[in-house]
């Protein structure tokens, strides 16, 4: 059996690569209107995303339009639940109308930073997945708060990579605002690859070397270079000799990989 990942992007953020994007991925996670998107463009990118075979997501995000979903806005566990769970269901519907249903569900930028190191919130937002939609997969960081509250809820969980992004010495993201932390470069994005699937490991920014574990590779609609790197994501993926289809079908295979292939996630 070809050994399977997923590659996802965030779109619905206001982006003019969104189409283009669609044609590199099988999951997109699309914005819910309180970091970037409207009810009409949650729509447009379902309806493209299902005419394409790929599965949708809902990328839910801290009230911050302003910020673009990168600051962290302090609230309850219940207004926070309370918040992502609308936007679940914003996502959702608009699906539906599209003539698709939601697969799965990643947080946004500061709401998913904080969500990897404090129990709470990544609690908080299984909470909201389940109260929504159980059968839902909940999408972050292997080893993250966010798996560790899809293990105590029951809840179908699939981690992701960041070919695109460096990570510090324990393995988190580090912060944008850092020089060179964004990766641009579709041959070092390559090489990052290649080491992921063939060594299970990344080098951190300070050229540690840091165990990884992965269902999925995320590529970052928002950037620039988002297409170049995107295709390089792709080629690197199907040279390593993997097949690209949806998390669905890369959890499921988790019980039927044989000895010779085994699997690359947590």
């Not at 959890?251 to 292939?261: G, I, M, P, V």
């Amino acid at each position: 059996m070809a050994r399977r990942i997923d590659i996802n992007a965030d779109l619905g953020e206001g982006f003019s690569n969104d189409e283009a994007l669609l044609g590199l991925v099988s999951s997109a996670n699309i914005a819910c209107g309180f970091h970037a998107g409207d009810a009409a463009t949650m729509r447009q990118v379902s309806r493209m995303a299902g005419e394409r075979g790929v599965c949708v997501g809902a990328h839910p995000s801290f009230d911050d339009l302003p910020g673009f979903g990168r600051r962290v806005i302090r609230m309850s566990a219940w207004e926070l639940e309370s918040l992502v769970a609308y936007q679940i269901g914003l996502l959702a519907q608009a699906a539906e109308d599209s003539g698709v249903r939601l697969t799965h569900v990643k947080a946004h930028g500061a709401l998913y930073n904080v969500a990897a190191e404090d129990q709470m919130h990544g609690l908080t937002i299984g909470r909201a997945i389940k109260a929504v939609d159980p059968n839902l997969i909940y999408l972050g960081q292997a080893g993250s708060c966010m798996a560790w509250a899809a293990e105590r809820l029951d809840l179908a969980f699939a981690s992701e990579a960041f070919p695109d992004r460096h990570y510090d010495d324990d393995g988190r993201l580090m912060l944008r605002t850092v020089p060179g932390s964004v990766i641009s470069d579709p041959n070092a994005v390559t090489e990052r690859i290649e080491r992921m699937i063939q060594d299970g490991e990344v080098i951190a920014m300070s050229g540690r070397r840091l165990k990884i574990s992965f269902d999925s590779l995320c590529i970052h609609g928002d950037e620039p270079t988002s297409m170049v790197v995107g295709r390089a994501v792709r080629r690197a993926v199907e040279d390593s000799g993997f097949v690209v289809t949806s998390l669905r079908d890369v959890l499921a295979s988790h019980a039927t990989l044989d000895e010779d292939h085994p699997r690359i996630s947590a």
